[in-house]
């Protein structure tokens, strides 16, 4: 009998404090939503700085070899989430791609209605473009609010064109840590060429090598 009693208590015990539990978990207060912050879209003027549409084939000659390389270009928008650090960021991306046809470089550009909180006085994230080429990259000129290290060349005459207001752009190359597993190519992109009615018009690299935009 006693032993039935002990048997009893403790499975009374055992059900309180199952009890206890499923209590204490639904009165356990939800975490609060992180609040979500939309940074807006990307304005059509900055849109146009970058000419290319979806399936256009961009040529660019080698300078001294005279090949001719075909880009096949691939342009996409979408919305991108910025990780969560108390805050959560919305922010819309534009993104071009243009991949050759033969083993060389490709060329990326991509346009972000700001790709985190900027502290403006008008409460306003700056729109931001970077243009990634051959192990660098540089700014799309007049969108980031801190873009530096270009010059601007009235006309610049390739492959028999003439193209005006011209970026000369210099670009950042890519530094790794020297036991980074990837290491830097000896071989990146120094200079880009660029306007806003033609996008990239040439490409130079640290060795010399150059590529220029080739239209018949």
Known sequence: MKNKKQFF???????FLGIMVVLFAACKEEPLPIPLIY????????LATVPYQNGDVVKMMHESSRLVINY???RSRFHNMSE???????????????EPDYPTFDMRI???????????????APKTGHIMLKESSTDVPFITTDAT????????????????DVFKLDCRHYEYPPDYVIQAHSIYTSTCYYNYA???IGVKLSNGEKYWLYEE
């Open 9 to 15: 208590r403790k499975t009374a015990e055992f059900i």
């Open 39 to 46: 940074l807006g879209d990307i304005p059509e003027e900055y």
């Open 72 to 74: 096949r270009v691939s």
């Open 84 to 98: 969560p650090t108390g805050e959560d960021y919305d922010y819309q991306v534009d993104f071009t791609h243009l």
């Open 110 to 124: 991509t346009l972000t209605a700001g790709y985190k909180k900027y502290e403006l006085e008008d409460g306003e």
């Open 149 to 164: 290290g270009f010059t601007v060349l009235d006309s610049l005459e390739v492959n028999g064109h003439v193209y005006y």
């Open 198 to 200: 033609k996008g990239i």
